[in-house]
């Protein structure tokens, strides 16, 4: 809701840069990756996902990276638009699905 | 166009009242899910059904009941029993049928406020 992000680290970028928000996942037997977008007052959004027998997946103007030795997770998003500015978390699944607080987007014209 | 909806978007209740939230979808989906969303925390899981007339407690059903009479229809009560009821409330559902998803697809939310 529109509540949730208020509690959240801020990442702040200018329209048109590139961004990065990282995630540290705890499960190191987790075998599957997802970032999802969420906009205020709505509910989460699939963006990309990744199994962990990859490093990189690209899809449109998003890549996701894992580095699976330090248990790290980033979501690298390609010339920031406004349209970008959202709750973004991630999730780790082994045998269920574990959800991570996120990051607050936030883009600046 | 196929989703899944939950209803109302905002939803007041007083305290000791029992409350019931929607959720409906025409996915054609086995599993649906309640999570529910704390400011500054992630998604934590209430209940989920993997079939019509299953469901299993997640990892915080204290408080919560389900019902899954139908494969379209998930509602939530959210009981007096339940100590800190107020909360964002999405639900969820995925074809797979498995508590492991390969992907969720989320409604929009309830915003559930007990005074």
């Known amino acids: 809701g529109e509540s949730v992000g208020l509690h959240l680290p801020t990442l702040s970028v200018q329209e048109g840069d590139n961004s990065i928000i990282n995630c540290a996942y705890s499960?190191?037997?987790?075998?599957?990756f997802i970032w999802y977008k969420q906009e205020s007052g709505k509910g989460p959004q699939f963006i990309i996902d990744i199994r962990s027998n990859m490093d990189k997946r690209q899809g449109q103007r998003v890549t996701v990276l894992l580095n699976k030795t330090v248990k790290h997770l980033s979501l690298q998003i390609a010339a920031t638009q406004p349209g970008d500015s959202a709750v973004y978390f991630c999730?780790?699944?082994?045998?269920?699905?574990?959800f991570g607080a996120g990051t607050r987007l936030a883009v600046h014209p | 166009d196929g989703g899944i909806t939950q209803s109302p978007k905002y939803l007041f209740r007083k305290e000791g009242q029992n409350v019931t939230l929607s959720c409906e979808q025409n996915l054609n989906h086995d599993a649906m899910y309640w999570y529910r969303q704390d400011p500054g925390q992630g998604l934590r899981l209430i209940y989920y059904s993997q079939i019509v007339n299953d469901f299993q407690k997640g990892d915080i059903a204290e408080g919560y009941s389900v019902s899954r009479e139908k494969k379209e229809s998930f509602p939530l009560t959210v009981t007096s029993a339940q100590k800190n009821p107020t909360a964002f409330y999405l639900c969820a559902s995925n074809p797979a049928g498995q508590e492991r998803a390969d992907e969720q697809y989320f409604g929009p939310g309830t915003r559930l406020t007990v005074t």
């Open positions: 499960n190191s037997a987790s075998d599957y």
């Open positions: 999730a780790e699944s082994y045998d269920k699905l574990i």
